[in-house]
């Protein structure tokens, strides 16, 4: 199994960045294809980004296409998000999450079945 655990989150003026971090403990962690997934208050959680175990392949919902990017360390078992340009709507609490489930460009929530606790992310109009 896997342990995750997010970090990065805090409040940012519309159009700032912040890097969202996940480290992971355990074992066999390039196993483990990763993926970010948020929740906006009153909201379903919603598929953000995943990356490949390699760090080779990546996708992203439309909503955040250009403005986010996911990476991987291998070496350190760490993910990340940098975000960039935050909107408001871009408000939520941010989730690390894990599956050994084959890599596939249309994730769901219901794919991943490693979770962090989330890390909440403000964007300030």
């Known amino acids: 199994q896997v342990q995750l655990e997010e970090s990065g989150g805090g409040l940012v003026r519309a159009g700032g960045s912040l890097k969202l971090s996940c480290s992971a403990s355990?074992?066999?962690?390039?196993?483990?294809?990763l993926g970010w997934f948020r929740q906006a208050p009153g909201k379903a959680r919603e598929y953000v980004a995943s990356?490949?175990?390699?760090?080779?392949?990546?996708s992203y919902a439309d909503s955040v296409k250009g403005r986010f990017t996911i990476s991987r360390d291998n070496a350190k078992n760490m993910v990340y998000l940098q975000m960039n340009t935050l909107q408001p709507e871009d408000t939520a609490v941010y989730y690390c999450?894990?599956?050994?489930?084959?890599?596939?460009?249309?994730?769901?929530?219901?794919?991943?079945?490693?979770w962090g606790q989330g890390t909440q992310v403000i964007v300030s109009s």
């Open positions: 999450a894990a599956t050994t489930t084959i890599y596939s460009a249309a994730f769901s929530e219901v794919d991943f079945g490693f």
């Open positions: 355990g074992r066999a962690f390039r196993m483990y294809v």
């Open positions: 990356i490949t175990r390699s760090g080779g392949g990546t």
